[in-house]
């Protein structure tokens, strides 16, 4: 899956998109350290404790990835994104696309069938593409899934019984929580006064 | 000594009691929840999955409450659900958001919600939208 490029609309630098959110730019370089092979799943012991369980709540976030990669096709094909956003926008894919090819190599270490994705336009009916018609809408609903999505790791940690599942559930969760800081940011939204607002 | 084991045992029965009772009290919660809080709180701890009239990554909301567990129409639930023999009430609903894994093994959802007073809010939120639907079917 390959996004288009579309014409830039200069609504909002790059600079500017990044330089709001100052953790993201920080955590994108955390996230380059982090990825070079530290997931090294297969050695690990008692991975086949409950393999059915893990495997299935592990398909379960690769459905989250699938749509997660299709939302982000659908905004940057929507034609409403300026240059800077479908640049960011490009990058976050990249992100759910790793996060996929990882879930898709651990339901298989534990002897599942990873889900497969479905077509876009399912995509887009269920995430209602079809009121999407500004850059912002598209934001704010990057903004609703990202926040989602983090929580949603975070939530399923203490349900896996392999620790190795639950480190790797963390980092993606830390990988959301970076998209949505640096969306917050191009929108001019504060963050949170309170800590602890994930989870 | 007879009275010593004798002691153990009642000891022992009165913590496994006690237990039991703690468990009775989380499955049914005191707390009264505030959809208004929850309809907020649906999008953060439910909405990467869920959606009130789109099946997603797990079932659409919009008639959940008073419904059977593994009952939404299009949506391909595994085994564990379609075999949860539950109607979805605030006790059910509370126990399924505080360890799902645990209501019904297999079950492919996994998240878990810790907070008693979100449950409470998030559930009064599911209660007010399903009888919203129904009112709009009457």
């Known amino acids: 899956m390959h996004i288009q490029q579309v014409p830039p609309k200069k609504q909002l630098s790059r600079r500017g998109f990044i330089g709001r959110g100052t953790t993201a730019t920080l955590s994108v370089a955390g996230l380059s350290v982090l990825s070079g092979g530290a997931l090294a799943m297969a050695s690990r012991k008692g991975a086949k404790e409950e393999p059915s369980t893990d495997a299935g709540l592990i398909n379960t976030a690769l459905s989250l990835e699938h749509e997660g990669i299709a939302a982000y096709q659908i905004a940057a094909e929507s034609g409403v994104l300026n240059d800077a956003v479908l640049q960011v926008g490009i990058l976050f894919q990249s992100h759910h696309k790793g996060h996929r090819d990882e879930l898709i190599k651990a339901v298989r270490e534990l002897g599942g069938t990873p889900v497969e994705a479905k077509a876009i336009s399912e995509y887009a009916e269920a995430l209602g593409a079809d009121k999407l018609k500004s850059q912002a809408d598209i934001l704010q609903l990057a903004i609703s899934l990202e926040l989602g999505a983090a929580n949603a790791y975070l939530g399923v940690i203490p349900s896996l019984s392999d620790h190795e599942f639950g480190h790797l559930f963390a980092r993606l969760a830390a990988d959301e929580a970076m998209h949505w800081t640096a969306l917050k940011g191009a929108v001019g939204e504060a963050l949170p006064k309170n800590a602890l607002y994930f989870g | ?138």
């Open chain 2, 1 to 138: 000594m007879m009275l010593a084991i004798l002691c153990a045992v009642l000891l022992v029965g009165a913590i496994a009691e006690d237990e039991q009772q703690n468990f009775e009290s989380k499955v049914s919660p005191e707390i009264e929840g505030d959809a208004g809080r929850g309809e907020s709180l649906y999008q953060r701890r439910c909405g990467a999955c869920h959606s009130i009239d789109q099946n997603r990554i797990g079932p659409k909301h919009q008639n959940t409450f008073g419904s059977k567990a593994g009952a939404v129409e299009g949506f391909a639930y595994s085994k564990a659900l379609k075999e949860l023999d539950v109607v979805w009430n605030e006790v059910t609903l509370d126990e399924w958001l505080q360890n799902p894994s645990a209501m019904a093994p297999g079950t492919r959802m996994g998240f878990r919600l810790t907070d008693e007073q979100e449950r409470a809010d998030i559930i009064a939120y599911l209660r007010q939208v399903s009888e919203a639907a129904a009112a709009q079917v009457e």
